[in-house]
């Protein structure tokens, strides 16, 4: 009981240091959503989205962007635990390699959540989406657990190659990609009212977070020694 | 100091190559507790290898390790309560506070009293009137200074410093060295490496050189001997080897 009170306050003491650097180190904390906001825009124009194509249109959008600019979130993760050192410092420490990674998830998973926020009120603001489910609330916190959970561990790998940027995309995104679907799925059923795939795509989702939330910290574990 | 069993760091054996590149092998250490042993060699002779590994922070190929009582094989947890380390870089993190950093790794190292280590390790290392000013904000010796309040926070049995002397201004050597000395007068080991060797010569209770992978012990603790070993035939009279 004692080791899962102290372990709690490690977890703690990691993802309280990630919140304050994110805040600290201001460019991440507004590039962002700036970037996510700037992919609605774009898309409204592309698109050329009318009230009326909105229901269509939407689930994509909302997703696509929440992608990219989760992975422009994970993409930090660890560059800057490796440029300063912070992650050397952490694996000398005498704590476990699964609280790191699950530290380290669970600041993304919170920035997301937050950068998702302001991307909500921005699809509503430019294309008049305004939808109130807790089903679309709840496919978006299993998908962006998934989602932190997966792109921790691809960002640990990322970063130690050369071309960090454009690896961890070409990494993550293959693997992502059912979650994604089912997100965009279950996301498209609820603008139609509809609850077809939300009874089949919102428990492999739990499935696929599940899966994420055993492997990835044994593999992190497993590839952070050297 | 009755739980310090053993050596302080006793290494049989060990080789570690990067790919089909040796760089240790068959190398054989010993840093008795109450001691400190100051570790030379050239540019890319493995010493950082050796100190990355002896901190658990790389595998080695074979051999055995045992640092602070504890085998690296098995017991990671238990040489990582029980080290101290500094690196070439702080391991901290630039936006946060000098004293917010210690706090961090504090809680790293379960500490009880946090806030009475931290403020007294920022005494230590005469860091107390910059103790809120961010790391970005200091210079190179005061994030060392730093580093080395980081690595004593916890109290550990063992130091594994690698060039630690690098960047700090004349007080902050001297005090370093005070604090070494306290430190192995504590019963504690303390395993180095440095480029000075008038440094090195004056801290040292034993000396070694690593060079070919392995480590080549010498009796005498004299500066001539050292440059010898080091530099061999290429040693020129008009050439300051420090």
Not at chain 1, 65 to 88: D, H, I, P
Not at chain 1, 139 to 166: C, D, Q
Not at chain 2, 84 to 111: C, P, W
Request: charged share 20%; glycine share 8%.
């Amino acid at each position: 009981m004692l080791t899962m009170t102290n372990n709690f306050h490690v977890f703690a003491a990691i993802l309280s240091k990630d919140i304050l650097l994110d805040f600290r180190g201001r460019d991440i904390i507004f590039s962002v959503p700036i970037f996510g906001i700037l992919l609605i825009l774009l898309f409204n124009f592309a698109l050329d989205v009318t009230p009326d194509m909105v229901d269509d249109l939407a689930p994509g959008i909302l997703w696509v962007s929440f992608a990219f600019s989760g992975v422009l979130t994970m993409n930090r993760s660890f560059v800057r635990e490796k440029e300063q050192g912070g992650l050397e410092g952490l694996l000398i420490s005498p704590i476990s390699r699964d609280i790191i990674f699950f530290g380290k998830a669970a600041s993304n998973f919170l920035f997301m959540i937050l950068v998702e926020f302001v991307l909500l009120l921005a699809l509503a603001v430019m294309l008049g989406f305004l939808v109130t489910s807790w089903v679309l609330v709840l496919t978006i916190v299993l998908t962006t657990i998934g989602f932190a959970t997966l792109g921790t561990l691809f960002s640990a790998i990322a970063v130690e190659t050369r071309s960090r940027e454009v690896m961890l995309p070409v990494l993550f995104f293959p693997l992502i990609i059912p979650i994604l679907i089912g997100a965009v799925e279950v996301t498209s059923e609820v603008i139609g009212g509809t609850s077809g795939a939300v009874a089949r795509w919102l428990p492999l989702i739990g499935i696929f977070d599940a899966l994420f939330l055993i492997i990835c910290p044994w593999l992190f574990s497993a590839i952070i020694q050297e | 100091m009755s739980d310090m069993i053993g050596k302080g760091i006793l290494v049989q054996g060990l080789c570690k190559s990067y790919g089909n590149k040796p760089v240790l092998w068959d190398l054989n250490l010993e840093v008795n507790w109450g001691e400190i042993l100051v570790l030379f060699g050239a540019n890319g002779a493995g010493k950082t290898t050796l100190l990355r590994i002896l901190s658990t922070q790389a595998r080695a190929d074979s051999g055995t390790i045992q640092v602070a009582g504890y085998n690296a094989k098995r017991q990671h947890q238990n040489i990582r309560q029980n080290v101290g380390v500094v690196a070439h870089q702080s391991l901290m993190y630039e936006d946060m506070t000098a004293r917010e950093n210690l706090m961090f790794y504090a809680k790293m190292y379960r500490i009880d009293d946090i806030k009475l280590s931290v403020e007294e390790v920022l005494v230590r290392v005469g860091l107390e009137s910059r103790a809120d000013d961010r790391l970005r904000t200091l210079s190179h010796g005061m994030k060392k200074r730093l580093a080395i309040a980081r690595a004593t926070l916890h109290d550990p049995k063992v130091l594994i410093l690698d060039e630690p002397e690098a960047g700090l201004d004349e007080v902050s050597t001297v005090n370093l060295g005070n604090l070494l000395y306290e430190w192995v007068q504590k019963g504690k080991a303390v395993l180095m490496t440095t480029h000075n060797i008038d440094i090195g010569t004056n801290w040292a209770n034993r000396v070694a050189i690593l060079s070919n992978g392995a480590i080549n012990e010498i009796d005498s603790i004299k500066v001539e001997d050292i440059k010898r070993k080091l530099y061999g035939n290429s040693m020129r009279p008009d050439v300051n080897y420090d």
